[in-house]
């Protein structure tokens, strides 16, 4: 009798660098591809349709990836332990293997299966480049500071890419045990979704190391107004819809770049790859933080702002959800997050602070939308962001470093990216393109500010100066 393994897919939606898969191969047991569809995470607030519809074509492309090699994905919907346990039954499997995913829900979720089977559980640490535990004080605590992780990460050796010929005879023959996947794979969003292929993140990520890279220092807080689009505009890497579901490893990211560091001598390419290399490292910095304090997903990660009395505001939320608070670069960016599922990570900075410092709406009403809203929504890298903005995280932004809507326009916006998100400015001049409300006649159909931001800005030092008994 042929028995299997299950290689358990999650956030590793790719066939190469996938060490729970790799060594599911090295078992030398034909492998079961699965994939566990749970319907209580598809139907959380937090879930959102672009991310979700993203997953579908992801889960077709690693389908048809599976097929070159005779086998496909097993698609199955339930709770996990219910599916693993029946699956393992059905198949008389013998080992189990999975990458390990750090959320306190997935954490929990894990444990209590791996203690439930019956047959060994084997568990990788694949969505990281360092886990967590790896980079610590000289004391042994976590780091909450990122530049002091940064220095002890840099001093670590980095594992290696993992690569295997691929060939039919390691995947178990699926069509004894499954039939065609019950479940349809719609895409129900209406946005335009980058293809979701481990074939195309391998793409981007070669032609963005040959290139852009090297100018990353300079375009990294550029906001290009169609990211996905080819050819894809310079600025950044484009790549986090892939890293957060393991299209493309961050081995695979990290060595890339290194290998384009060799290539140079340039000091200033070099330099512009560090910086690059140093986002993939506060990536992994508040995969970190999350894992050590998990109490963040639902409470300020200080407790110096704990008393804050935010403000109650469903209309101005509502019109920062809608792109209408009447400050264009706010407006845009939330349109552009609205209709394709991005935003740059400078339009992210620029939004948040609006959001939790100028209307001082709390932080986790930002978050909960951005989660619903982006293809490459993902808690730690989200909570992380949004606690920055709003002075209450880690190594945080200081309360009393507010963004001034215009003057980062100014500085961060083109006119075209304006005019293209918000219709109703086509006609006005680069002048006032910024802040439409200096013009006269005014611009038809486009808000009044729904804020002034000098007075925001000294309720809200007020409000956090209050908070800290100041
Ligand atoms: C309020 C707010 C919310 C955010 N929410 C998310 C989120 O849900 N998911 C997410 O992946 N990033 C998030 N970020 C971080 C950052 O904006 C995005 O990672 C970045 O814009 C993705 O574009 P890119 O792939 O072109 O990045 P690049 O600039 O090319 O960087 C390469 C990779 O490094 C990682 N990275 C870059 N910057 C950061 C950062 N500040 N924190 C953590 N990782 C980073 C990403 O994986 C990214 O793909 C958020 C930032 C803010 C300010």
Redesign the pocket.
């Known amino acids: 009798m042929i028995v299997p393994v299950i290689h358990w897919f999650r956030r590793d939606l790719r066939l190469q660098d996938n060490l729970a898969l790799h060594a599911a191969f090295d078992s030398g047991k034909p492998v079961i591809p699965l994939f566990i569809l749970d319907p209580s995470i598809a139907a959380s607030p937090r879930a959102g349709t672009p991310r979700m519809a993203f997953l579908y074509q992801a889960l077709q492309s690693l389908d048809a990836a599976l097929r070159l090699y005779g086998s496909r994905l097993l698609i199955r919907v339930g709770k996990p332990a219910e599916v693993l346990a029946a699956l393992v039954t059905e198949t008389n499997a013998v080992g189990i293997y999975f990458n390990r995913d750090y959320t306190p829900y997935a954490r929990h979720r894990d444990k209590a299966i791996e203690q439930a089977l019956s047959i060994p559980v084997h568990v990788f640490d694949d969505a990281i480049l360092l886990p967590p535990g790896s980079v610590l004080t000289a004391t042994g605590e976590p780091y909450t500071v990122f530049t002091p992780f940064r220095k002890n990460w840099n001093t670590h050796a980095k594992p290696a890419i993992s690569e295997r010929d691929l060939h039919p005879g390691i995947f178990y023959a699926l069509d004894a045990i499954a039939g065609e996947n019950a479940i349809e794979l719609k895409t129900p969003s209406t946005i335009v979704l980058p293809a979701a292929s481990e074939t195309m993140a391998m793409q981007f990520l070669s032609d963005?190391v040959r290139q852009d890279l090297f100018q990353?220092a300079e375009t990294?807080n550029g906001l290009p107004i169609q990211?996905f689009a080819e050819p894809r505009p310079t600025?950044?890497?484009?790549?986090?819809?892939?890293?957060?579901l393991g299209l493309l490893s961050?081995r695979q990211?990290y060595h890339a770049a290194r290998a384009a560091w060799q290539q140079t001598q340039n000091p200033h390419y070099r330099e512009s790859i560090e910086t690059?290399v140093s986002?993939?490292?506060?990536?992994?910095?508040?995969m970190h933080i999350l894992y050590f304090y998990p109490h963040l997903l639902e409470r300020d990660f200080k407790d110096t702002f704990l008393n804050l009395e935010w403000a109650h505001q469903p209309q101005d939320l509502q019109a920062w959800q809608q792109g209408m608070t009447g400050y264009p670069i706010v407006d845009a960016a939330m349109r552009q997050l609205n209709t394709i599922g991005?935003?740059?990570?400078?339009a992210?900075?620029i939004?948040?602070s609006f959001l939790t410092k100028d209307l001082l709406i709390h932080?986790r009403e930002?978050?909960r939308y951005?989660?619903q809203h982006?293809l490459?929504?993902?808690?730690?890298?989200?909570?992380?962001?949004?606690q920055?903005?709003a002075g209450t995280g880690t190594d945080a932004q200081p309360y009393f470093r507010i963004f001034n809507p215009v003057s980062q326009s100014e500085k961060f916006a083109t006119p075209e990216y304006l005019r293209y998100w918000l219709p109703e400015l086509r006609a006005v001049p680069n002048q006032f393109i910024h802040a439409p409300w200096t013009m006269t006649p005014q611009p038809k159909h486009y808000p009044q500010p729904i804020v002034d931001h000098a007075q925001a800005r000294e309720h809200t030092l007020a409000a956090f100066k209050r908070a800290k008994g100041e």
């Open positions: 963005f990353y990294r990211p600025g950044t890497s484009y790549l986090s819809p892939y890293l957060r961050p990211a690059w986002e993939l490292t506060w990536r992994e910095f508040y991005w935003m740059p990570n400078r992210r900075m939004v948040a932080w930002g978050e951005f989660m982006l490459d929504g993902d808690p730690a890298a989200n909570n992380g962001g949004w920055w903005s």
